[in-house]
């Protein structure tokens, strides 16, 4: 089955292709110090990765579990999950308004501020990061955590919170939940956490076991982002259904940070977060998070169970009665009908 609208296509990788050999012919032209070898290297490898990952991998292709909702065996464990998705991207702001008169603008745009960092460790593209309105959003979304969001401020206060390792999730967790992390809580970067799709603004920046270095938004510091679950880029053997099985273990693992915590935060991705619930909610239940995406900075919460199986080890359900939407609600645009036990494509 096909998972839905993905974030954008393909047109991004002849684009950055372009940018790079513009770039390089003109190196010459700058003065020494202005640039790092390591920087182009490391860009120019996860460009040719990304190309190679765009063409080949099966990460959308997953077949989800067997339904959770005729799961006979006793419940183990529960935690509440709250599910944050990330403001929106410069790869958004460029690809996802539709393709009418203002797009070329856009796409010179993205282009040229593309260009002028190419010999940079940084890109608009391969991990985007958060665009001047997913700032705003993430700013909004504050205000609402420090002043009328009680219920969502009561999670907080005994959550572990983890972002995937993409740069706009993390900056919108920081910036959404500066209060309640204060200057010692950590958040924890996660790689099973990076986004279902195929496309290079879902590729890290950060290397295994690295924390994530997102722009300093609004003076939060990444200083307390965590990179010890962070094993690097998806890998193209594998499809996003290993990262949501992934997830669901470290959740209720013992060797978690999670552990003791009865709320886990989770700053994420559309397409993460639809999948999962369509993977882990039972599959004659009805809800919208199975057909429509989390609008940007949108906050989503339900109680996800760990179930003993026949077999001696686990399976995971969301409480159906459980999901409720704290903050933003859902888009309007649904993808594909979604029929269960599908198998996405």
Not at 86 to 102: D, R, T, Y
Not at 214 to 232: H, I, K, L, Q, Y
Request: with cysteine.
């Amino acid at each position: 089955m096909d998972l839905g609208q993905q974030d954008g296509g393909s047109p991004d990788i002849i684009l950055l292709w372009g940018a790079v050999a513009v770039a390089l012919s003109v190196l010459w032209l700058l003065p020494p110090g202005k640039f790092t070898v390591d920087a182009l290297l490391h860009k120019c490898t996860l460009m040719t990765y990304g190309t190679v990952y765009l063409l080949l991998s099966k990460d959308t292709r997953l077949q989800l579990p067997a339904d959770p909702g005729k799961a006979q065996g006793r419940t183990l464990k529960k935690k509440r999950i709250v599910f944050v998705r990330h403001g929106e991207s410069v790869w958004n702001e460029c690809f996802n308004k539709g393709f009418g008169p203002l797009f070329p603008l856009r796409l010179v745009r993205g282009l040229l501020g593309e260009m002028a960092m190419i010999l940079l460790l940084d890109s608009l593209f391969i991990d985007s990061p958060l665009s001047v309105e997913g700032r705003a959003q993430a700013r909004q979304l504050q205000e609402y955590v420090e002043g009328s969001g009680d219920e969502l401020r009561n999670h907080t206060e005994q959550a572990v919170f983890v972002t995937s390792c993409l740069r706009r999730a993390v900056s919108t967790c920081l910036v959404a939940f500066r209060r309640p992390l204060g200057e010692s809580r950590p958040v924890w970067a996660l790689s099973c956490l990076q986004e279902i799709s195929r496309n290079v603004d879902t590729l890290a920046l950060a290397p295994a076991g690295a924390a994530p270095q997102s722009d300093p938004v609004d003076g939060a510091s990444c200083s307390c982002v965590v990179g010890t679950f962070n094993s690097g880029n998806k890998g193209l053997l594998l499809n996003g259904g290993h990262r949501l099985q992934e997830f669901c273990e470290w959740v209720f693992s013992d060797c978690s940070p999670a552990t003791l915590a009865p709320t886990v935060i989770v700053a994420g991705h559309s397409l993460w977060f639809r999948t999962f619930f369509q993977a882990y909610l039972p599959h004659t239940a009805y809800h919208e998070c199975k057909s429509l995406k989390i609008v940007n900075c949108g906050v989503v919460t339900f109680e996800l169970e760990m179930l003993e199986d026949g077999g001696g080890g686990a399976t995971y359900r969301i409480d159906a009665d459980s999901v409720q939407s704290l903050y933003g609600g859902f888009e309007k645009k649904a993808a594909r009908r979604w029929k269960p036990g599908a198998k996405h494509d």
